[in-house]
Structures are given as structure tokens and as C-alpha cells.
């Protein structure tokens, strides 16, 4: 598993969100039928068009949520943005962290599912660092999300 760590001051994010359920895997089920939706609706190209941080890509951000309501979390389908918050979006301030940067390569949404399995259960057990409080997220590039050599990423805070 190929990863890098990586230290940033906070950054904001500009795109849409949705709640979801962590029970019985809903999450899991869910998340790939609103990255369907943004696909069609055309919000994943505009998210593109925004995205002048130094994160390349589109961010899907991962806010566990149950320490207030038990079983959920919000995902972001957003972009690093610097600017006025773009009409129809929502901006969501990332916080300062260290962050584990580990990378994906194959087809959505398999792909990134089992990376997030081997982290937690073969790399966290293994390494010397523990999961941060904070966002989670999943970083994609420019190119075609299905196809077998896709590169993404999955940024996760450490301490």
C-alpha cells in the first residue's frame, strides 16, 4: 500500500451534501448513487472548473457525524476552493491536520471500498499512528472513474 504523509494548514471546500446512514451499510450503497447524480447533472464538471486548491480533483468528504446523531455522517461532494461561495453550493472549512495520503488505482467504486478495508484493517494495526478527529477524504482525478487504471486518493487525519 503506497501512501505518503502530508501536513496543511486548513482549506475550504466548495460543493453539495448529503446525510447518510452508517447502519447495515446504507453508506456504503448511497454514496455512489450521489456521485451518479452529480455525474448526470453536470455539478462534478463545475466542481472541476472551481477546483483551484492544491488539491487536484474532486473531494468526496467523509464527516462522521454520530458523536451528535448515532449512525450518521455527511458526505461532501465538493472541490478545494478559494473565492465567494459559488451559487447552488455550500463551502465546509477542513481543518488543519496531518494527514495519511494513500493511493487508490482501479475502477469506482470497488476500488476506493477495499482501500478503505485495507487501511483500517491492515495498515492502522500495523503502523504507528492513529485516526485523527476530523474529515475524511477521498480524492478524484480528472479521467475515467471505471476505468481498471484510475488514480485516486484517500486522505486520512493522523496523530
Known sequence: MNYRIVERGSFQVAGVKREFSCENGENLREIPKMW???HADGTNDLLFKLNNGEINGVV???VDKRTEHPGLMYYWIAAEYKGPQPEGLEIFDIPAAKWGVFEV???????MQNAWKQIFS????????EHAVGPELEVYSAGDPWSPDYYSEIWIPLK
Open 36 to 38: 451518479d447524480d452529480v
Open 60 to 62: 468526496g468528504v467523509c
Open 105 to 111: 488505482h482501479g475502477a469506482m467504486p470497488d476500488s
Open 122 to 129: 491492515e495498515w492502522f494495526p500495523s503502523s504507528q499512528y
